[in-house]
């Protein structure tokens, strides 16, 4: 087992039955010009998740370990994005309008896809969602309990709305989550900073929370022979 200094205790996990999870590193959230963007956020404040979760990308590789991507959007014809998402608030684009990297959070659009630094392999699961959660509408569930994975690596944007998200109904199912603080980021650093403490607040109440450095720390060969 390998044991990482975690918030608000050790998180122990076995590497064979772990996977890594990187949430919405999408241009759309991640990059000017996308869904992000369109909702009046600064973009830019997410670029700081990435250099990190590229070295744990690399060593979860290295070692052999799980590695799933997701990716928030829609069918092109949109049926399954409901109105009440498609019309909320006042977006300078919507859902699936043309923009400059193609379709507003439409799959298969420049836009929807992973930023070049952390492009999945071909043997890396990608699911896409349609929800702010993994588990709504996908078979990531179905997935996870196919490969014997009980506990999670959480990384990605954002920390309190998809990566929040994903790591309650992960936690409501079972699995044991480590969020990685500085692999994943808001565009509000003061929602990251409150939802990472909820996480780990009242024993631990949604999981654990470590920075990577914590986990590359724990995660050497040595450990996981
Ligand atoms: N807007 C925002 O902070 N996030 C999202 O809409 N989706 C994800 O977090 N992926």
Redesign the pocket.
Known sequence: MISVDADPAPFTFAPATTALVI??M?RD?CEPGG??ET?G?DVSLLQSVIPPLQTVLATARALGMTVIHTR?GHVPDLSDCPPAKLNRGNPSLRIGDPGPKGRILVRGEFGHDIVDELAPLPDELVIDKPG?GSFHGTTFGAELQARGITSLLVA???T????HTTVREANDRGYECLVLSDCTG??FPQFHRVALQMVAAQGGIFGWVAPSSALLTALTPEAVR
Do not use: A, H, P
Request: glycine share 10%; aromatic share 16%; charged share 20%.
């Open positions: 949430i919405d999408q959230f869904f992000g909702l956020n928030e702010k990605g944007v954002t309190e709305v998809c990566v808001s565009y």
